[in-house]
């Protein structure tokens, strides 16, 4: 992260820390704009996890700032109470595997899967 805040970089820390749960995608949890963003976006709602989402297509500077915040070039990106859990790939790998539900517990996350 460089030392200069820019806006964008503020409005990320802010989402990133009041919501426990917060996905940058493209779209929203209601209208997805891309695959990798519907698929997370069905992940987390199978898990039953509530989340906040930002739609990083309606804002450039958003949309630029989240890459040069995480260090990660694509999007879809999660955060759960404030750590980069990663992309799309990851985040399906994790939930095929356990590990997100496994986090998820860690964190304190509250979730209700459903069968």
């Not at 039953?48 to 040069?68: H, M, P, Y």
Request: charged fraction near 15%; glycine fraction near 8%; charge should be negative.
């Amino acid at each position: 992260m460089s030392s200069t805040t820019t806006p964008a970089i503020a409005r990320i820390e802010t989402e990133i820390n009041a919501n426990p749960v917060m996905l940058f995608m493209k779209g929203n949890a209601l209208f997805p704009q891309c695959g990798f963003s519907a698929r997370v976006v069905q992940i987390l709602t199978h898990l039953g996890v509530k989340f906040q989402t930002a739609n990083v297509l309606e804002d450039a500077e958003l949309r630029d700032g989240i890459k040069s915040y995480s260090q990660w070039p694509t999007i879809p990106q999660l955060y759960v109470k404030g750590e980069f859990v990663g992309g799309c790939d990851i985040v399906t790998e994790m939930y095929q595997s356990g590990e997100l539900e496994t986090l998820l517990v860690e964190k304190g996350v509250a979730h209700t899967p459903t069968a």
